[in-house]
């Protein structure tokens, strides 16, 4: 049972322009929802995270927002670079960071 | 700061055979976790252990197995292998909400 759905999964963006990835959720005991980035041959390396008393997130080019009512969140990549071309996973838990639940990805590709 | 270890790397096995994997966790993280991914079901959660007791588990039968010593370091079994538990082994260590994978091993099941 798929509690944390990332329904596209591939995604192809122009460099400059923005990317925007999505991800919808089940379980409304989940309150910390983290993206991760992962490259071929290696682990998912850790993005961005936001708990549930936000709805919003912001690192540099990265931002996570949260619609806690919608069970729906996205990260928002501007302005998308070629070496952000990767799989980006949605993951969410009921409490800080353990356990996590993944999607399925999205495979990113940034084109010049 | 050394990231998170696995090994082995890769590792081919036939079905009925057993299998350990050995993660070494960041120097200082108390908390290791497991993730098995596969194209069909992505990344789904083994189990967690802290301080050396299993803390959380996931939804894998009782072939998959673990355990964590007094350093932290951390072993899976998998016993009884299915061409089906063919995957990417993800161990990753935590300190307070954020989790470091590491490569993961890759099993494949023959």
Sequence with gaps: ?112 | KAGVTQTPRYLIKTRGQQVTLSCSPISGHRSVSWYQQTPGQGLQFLFEYFSETQRNKGNFPGRFSGRQFSNSRSEMNVSTLELGDSALYLCASSYQDEQFFGPGTRLTVL
């Design chain 1, 1 to 112: 049972d798929q509690q944390v759905k990332q329904n596209s999964p591939s995604l192809s963006v122009q460099e400059g322009r923005i990317s925007i990835l999505n991800c919808d959720y089940t379980n409304s005991m989940f309150d910390y929802f983290l993206w991760y980035k992962k490259y071929p041959a290696e682990g998912p390396t850790f993005l961005i995270s936001i708990s549930s008393i936000k709805d919003k997130n912001e690192d540099g080019r990265f931002t996570v927002f949260l619609n806690k009512s919608a069970k729906h969140l996205s990260l928002h990549i501007v302005p998308s670079q070629p070496g952000d071309s990767a799989v980006y996973f949605c993951a969410a838990s009921p409490n800080s960071g353990y356990a996590l639940n993944f999607g399925k990805g999205t495979s990113l590709l940034v084109t010049p």
